[in-house]
């Protein structure tokens, strides 16, 4: 079956970096554009970041351009989210998710597989 696992999250102080990484099986990876989204407490979940399956092509949510970048590694079936000067605003449970089409959204309706999410605490 299809699994996305999500690492890498913690508890950082405000200004530090981390680099999530989610691990695809089940699926042919290299076939689906991947993206991230997060869900902060009583907040609906937001689009972050996605990539294009060859990785040639990226979007990002206004609140983390120049802060965050995300890549992919089509052999190693896993898609990242380095995310730099984190804010206490990024606070949130972060999730990978393989697109429905090939194609670049911002949308929870393109995407088809969704992982569990991970952990992500940036104190102030």
């Known amino acids: 079956q299809v699994q996305l696992v999500e690492s890498g999250g913690g508890l950082v102080q405000a200004g530090a970096s981390l680099r999530l990484s989610c691990a695809a099986s089940?699926?042919?990876?290299?076939?689906?554009?991947m993206g991230w989204f997060r869900q902060a407490p009583g907040k609906e979940r937001e689009f972050v970041a996605a990539?294009?399956?060859?990785?040639?092509?990226?979007l990002f949510a206004d609140l983390v351009k120049g802060r965050f970048t995300i890549a992919r590694d089509n052999a190693k079936k896993t898609v990242y989210l380095q995310m730099n000067n984190l804010k206490p605003e990024d606070t949130a449970v972060y999730y990978c998710a393989a697109g429905a089409t090939s194609l670049l959204s911002s949308s929870k309706s393109g995407y088809k597989y969704w992982g569990q999410g991970t952990q992500v605490t940036v104190s102030s």
């Open positions: 990539i294009r399956r060859s990785g040639g092509s990226t």
């Open positions: 089940g699926i042919t990876f290299s076939n689906y554009a």
